[in-house]
């Protein structure tokens, strides 16, 4: 049974959410604050993040941030929020995924199966670490080291790194790599995934190694 962390300051929001997934099998840690949020989140095992943005005491970029300093768990970001901008900065910032409210409860549970599944691979893996050149990954832990140094990345950021992990040399098209790391049908996300594999880039690069090389034309490999 997965347990999932609602943050989420509107009491008829929170109720609706939490009996949502009471019903669908899910154990539920129910915090009103950014900060009771991250003291649930230090206390007790947690699956996935809901996580609303307006919140008393610490909000939910800050908690965001602090979170993604050392974790790599699956968050969500439920927000009245529904810009472009906001969107891709939150995901850009550590969000795994966004779903701008009203939103429908079945959307909702289906976004969280996605992320879930996501985290799920890696555990169901018998392997216990990858090593590529000077990148290793722990995959009990999903800690990433380049160079012996820890790499903090997202949820995506990590899936996408497995994927070129698994398959070095293989030439991924964007359509490939969203479907592979979101498990849905690509509709033109070419900013959505440029975004993620640039970050992934940038925390990859070192001095002496560039491991994302572009495949004008096609897409990505890992070399």
Not at 62 to 74: A, G, H, K, M
Not at 105 to 127: C, F, G
Not at 182 to 203: A, G, V, Y
Not at 205 to 213: A, G, L
């Amino acid at each position: 049974m997965a347990t999932i962390l609602i943050i989420e300051d509107d009491m008829a929001i929170h109720s609706l959410i939490r009996e949502a997934l009471d019903l669908n099998g899910f154990k539920t840690l129910n915090a009103y604050s950014g900060t009771e949020g991250k003291l649930l989140f230090e206390q007790y095992h947690v699956d996935l993040v809901l996580l609303d943005l307006m919140l008393p005491g610490m909000n939910g970029e800050e908690f965001l941030q602090q979170v993604r300093q050392n974790s790599t768990i699956p968050v969500i970001v439920i927000s009245a929020k529904n810009d472009q901008e906001s969107k891709l900065e939150l995901l850009t910032n550590g969000a795994d995924d966004y779903i701008t409210k009203p939103f429908d409860l079945k959307e909702l549970l289906v976004r969280i199966q996605i992320q879930l599944r996501h985290a799920a691979k890696t555990s169901d893996n018998n392997m216990k670490e990858i090593h590529y050149k000077n990148i290793s990954v722990n995959l009990d832990t999903r800690e990433v080291k380049n160079n012996d140094q820890i790499l903090h990345l997202t949820g995506r950021e990590y899936a996408i790194l497995l994927l070129f992990l698994e398959n070095p040399q293989k030439v991924f098209s964007r359509s490939n790599i969203y479907e592979s790391v979101w498990n849905e049908p690509f509709f033109d996300n070419d900013k959505t995934i440029n975004m993620h594999i640039s970050n992934l880039r940038n925390k990859l690069n070192s001095d002496d190694q560039s491991y994302i090389k572009t495949i004008w034309g096609i897409g990505f490999k890992f070399e």
